[in-house]
């Protein structure tokens, strides 16, 4: 006999008449569909347990794919065998296992729901289709009858809550319905902020932590173990695009970048399309670590295509909702070694372990569904170990699984389950007191409790768990979740484990939110170190990064530093100058200090200099000693003897005065090197000056009475010479008084260093120095090259004039040069050219001279008898 619902439900639908239409359209559509094939046959609950108040749920516990019909990821209640893709999700019965170990513990508990015998649930099996989820729901409301709304086929209705919705969108399929009867609904899945409008779904709660920090982890972890260029696969709804949009934005914090990203259809009739579509993609693709983002529903696509290949070299990251070990092939694992999976941290349940070592068919006899997962499990058990699949080994225990049909450790949802059921519980709990105290409950009387009353007890519920943790089904109350980082292994003997290796705490202080156990990473049998992630290999130190033109910033290019720069660390954007007393190693990642040079006496160009120097001094000095003994004779007397002394002894000075040049600068070298050599460079050119001007007078005045005899006098010589000095003195004495040289540091013309050297203070006041000096080179060579035709015996104005050529070619090839050297170079070359002019002047002068009086006296005294005649006629 039917039962009419409540006249108050009734006026609540009213208004939803069309969509209920629709609705049944769309389900008479479905059970046409449904009678052709024979894998929807049957529709009642895989499990039941009676009890005074009901808790219905659905749980994904097997699949069935439809090919002719929708495609692959259909789930089945209890499907038919003829159905060819029939599988088992084994390891999904847990969750079953966490419904009936809760219900009988609030059973066995007296302080819980005192005023009910028992609490009971029914277990349907949920689906991937909209279609199916909706039949089932509304089947669930109406009975195990027809399908009517408004109506249920119960005797009395004892069902108060729902537990279901695996992922968002059974969610909200399922919810869609509930809604309008305005049924609890208790979602299990993972978080989705789409279901917190209540304004849409007023009847939903959900019962997971957030895990709006779960790319925050992955972030952490990519990280950790630097890895910037990874592929993601995610799924195509809300849930999808929010994560992308957060991964997306923390990434460009830590250049780290997508390569590409895939989006799983949620859809069931677009897997079998797809798959053959992106995973060849993914596959081929360099990229070597992989993100993967979605619920157990849309990742089925890769669960079922997953490729077959032996090893992939691919790093995956993940979390729970994919669970690897869940796969349809066993030997595939090799693909999967080394992935890295973000579940939900939670407490271990007391006696929720030894409730599972102690559960078979033998236990629970009036259970088909235990059966049925026992044998299933256990005859696959026998397939991968070779041996005769024909038993069920009724006595068998669920630790004797391996990983691919049973996990020991409680998941996630099943912990998600454990405490929906005990929220539901004491939500009636609360409900009933209140009810006792307005109108006790009489012997014999049992609660009839209405779904749409325990919504205020359900909005407020907050308790802690036997585990110690705190539980909410207020979305404000629901805390952020703290994950356990798993690695899965799958060994050589074919065995497989979750490891341990680390976690992410949200909240945490950043640097402590993430512990990651290197020592217990396992990589790769050939692949001992941390994969590598990158588009672009990591810039060492001595590079830097530039980006590539229209590329990630990821992927960028290693050009050396430029010179005089550094980078100490990897990846770095730009280099950094050295301070101006060090410079770079060849390398360039590391600064030296420069070292301190200068032409030191020491080394063996300023040893050599010096020789040079004191050689041909002691050489002059030589030389004037000659023209001192030999001082009588015509040779020496023939230009003024006096003229002939000074110009030895300037030039001595000027040999001697380059070793002012040599050694380190000092205050005192500095002003004196520049100075003393202008001064002594010039005494020995204006000595030079005065003898040619001498020559040619000697000549003029060869004619009896000639009024030019009063400037061959010795006075006229000294005051040329004192005159052109004085000149020179004056110059130098107006330099050193407005700018004069400074001893200065010199870091920059040679890139590793420090040149200690003379500032000349004016530019100016050195160049005129030495025009001067020039100036009075070229009127000695004008002057000596117009005496060139003079009689031989008595002519040096030509020894004057090729000194004289001697002397300016070098300083004008020494201009040139000067400015185009930096450092002790300049010096050298300076002092090359004081040496060259000097022993230059020496040699063409003086060396002809000291032939004749040494080595050809007899020329002498002819000269001496010719130059006796020359004075005479002069005298007349």
Not at 6 to 15: A, C, D
Not at 272 to 294: A, K, L, N, Y
Request: proline content about 6%; aromatic content about 12%.
């Amino acid at each position: 006999m039917f039962t009419v619902m409540p006249p108050r439900f009734q006026r609540q639908i009213s208004h939803m008449i069309p969509v209920l239409l629709l609705m049944l359209l769309q389900l008479s559509l479905s059970v046409h569909k449904t009678e052709k094939a024979t894998c929807f046959l049957k529709n009642s609950p895989s499990l039941s347990r009676d009890g005074e108040l009901i808790i219905g749920s659905f749980f994904p516990m097997h699949s069935v794919q439809v090919r002719n019909v929708t495609g692959a990821g259909l789930f089945q209640s209890d499907p038919d065998k003829s159905c060819g893709d029939y599988k088992w999700l084994h390891k999904n019965y847990q969750q079953v296992l966490a419904l009936l170990f809760a219900v009988e513990e609030i059973n066995r508990d007296p302080n819980l729901l005192p005023n009910i015998s028992s609490l009971g649930f029914h277990v349907y099996n949920a689906y991937h289709s909209g279609e199916r989820t909706l039949e089932s729901s509304l089947r669930w409301l109406s009975g195990l009858g027809q399908l009517i709304p408004n109506y249920s086929c119960y005797g009395q209705d004892k069902s108060v809550a729902i537990i279901g919705g695996a992922t968002s969108a059974l969610s909200i399929q399922m919810g869609t319905l509930l809604e309008l009867y305005k049924f609890p609904q208790i979602s299990y899945g993972p978080f989705d902020s789409t279901l917190s409008d209540k304004a849409q779904f007023s009847s939903l709660y959900q019962m997971a932590h957030k895990d709006s920090s779960l790319h925050r982890g992955m972030i952490r972890l990519m990280v950790h173990f630097e890895w910037t260029w990874v592929g993601l696969v995610t799924t195509d709804d809300m849930r999808g695009e929010e994560f992308l949009w957060n991964l997306r934005k923390d990434m460009i914090k830590y250049d780290i970048c997508l390569a590409y990203t895939e989006k799983l259809p949620v859809s069931e009739r677009r897997h079998t399309e797809s798959q053959d579509q992106f995973m060849p993609r993914i596959m081929q693709s360099p990229v070597r670590v992989i993100i993967v983002h979605g619920d157990t529903d849309s990742l089925m696509i890769l669960r079922y295509s997953q490729p077959v290949f032996l090893f992939l070299w691919k790093v995956w990251i993940t979390t729970s909702h994919w669970d690897i070990p869940m796969r349809p092939q066993w030997n595939d694992g090799y693909s999967f070694h080394g992935a890295l999976s973000f579940s939900q941290m939670t407490k271990e349940i007391p006696g929720f372990k030894s409730f599972l070592r102690i559960v078979n068919p033998s236990t629970y006899p009036e259970d088909p569904l235990l059966k049925e997962f026992w044998c299933s499990a256990f005859k696959g058990l026998k397939k991968l170990k070779n041996e005769e699949p024909n038993e069920c080994s009724p006595n068998g225990s669920l630790e004797t699984l391996p990983l691919q049909f049973f996990d020991m450790a409680m998941s996630d949802m099943s912990y998600t389950i454990y405490n929906a059921v005990h929220a539901v519980a004491r939500a009636l709990h609360e409900m009933l007191l209140v009810t006792s105290e307005k109108e006790p409950i009489r012997h014999g009387e049992t609660l009839e409790a209405q779904p749409w009353q325990l919504h205020n007890f359900l909005k407020s519920i907050h308790f802690n768990n036997s585990a110690g943790d705190h539980v909410f089904l207020d979305d404000k109350g629901n805390s952020e979740a703290h994950y356990n980082i798993f690695e899965y292994l799958f060994f050589l003997n074919d065995t497989e484990n979750m490891v341990k290796v680390g976690q992410f705490i949200p909240n945490a202080p950043y640097g402590q939110d993430l512990t990651i156990r290197n020592e217990a990473m396992v990589w790769g049998w050939f692949e001992p170190k941390v994969p590598q992630a990158v588009c672009s290999d990591s810039c060492g130190p001595g590079f830097r990064k530039t980006p590539r033109e229209g590329e990630p910033v990821c992927c960028f290019d290693c050009p050396l530093c430029p010179e005089g720069e550094i980078s100490k660390q990897i990846n770095m954007k730009h280099c950094v100058k050295c301070p101006e007393d060090e410079y770079p190693n060849k390398e360039r990642n590391h600064c030296l200090p420069k070292a301190i040079t200068f032409l030191d006496i020491k080394e063996p160009l300023g040893m050599s200099l010096a020789s040079v120097a004191l050689f041909f001094s002691v050489l002059t000095v030589l030389i004037l000693g000659v023209f001192v003994k030999f001082r009588d004779t015509s040779v020496v007397k023939a230009n003024n003897r006096a003229l002939s002394y000074t110009l030895l002894i300037s030039l001595t000075l000027c040999f001697l005065c380059s070793l002012l040049f040599i050694g380190r600068p000092t205050a005192a070298t500095c002003l004196l090197r520049q100075t003393i050599f202008g001064v002594v460079f010039t005494l020995a050119v204006s000595s030079i000056l005065a003898k040619t001007i001498l020559v040619v007078l000697a000549f003029k005045v060869t004619k009896p009475g000639s009024r030019i005899k009063v400037w061959l006098q010795p006075r006229v010589s000294n005051c040329i010479v004192v005159l052109c000095s004085g000149i020179q003195v004056i110059l130098c004495g107006i330099w050193l008084g407005i700018s004069p040289p400074f001893p200065d540091t010199d870091i920059h013309s040679e890139p590793n260093q420090i040149i200690v050297e003379c500032n000349e203070g004016s530019v100016f006041g050195f160049y005129s120095v030495l025009g001067y000096i020039g100036l009075l080179a070229l009127a000695s060579f004008i002057v000596a090259y117009l005496a060139r035709s003079l009689p031989d015996t008595f002519n040096e104005a030509r020894f004057i004039t090729f000194s004289m050529l001697v002397f300016c070619s070098v300083w004008v090839s020494f201009l040139p040069t000067y400015q185009s050297t930096k450092g002790k170079a300049m010096v050298v070359v300076e002092i090359f050219s004081i040496l060259a002019s000097s022993a230059g002047l020496l040699g063409c002068i003086f060396i002809p001279k000291c032939y004749v009086i040494l080595l050809r006296p007899h020329n002498a005294r002819v000269r001496s008898i010719c130059l006796e005649k020359l004075k005479g006629l002069a005298n007349e």
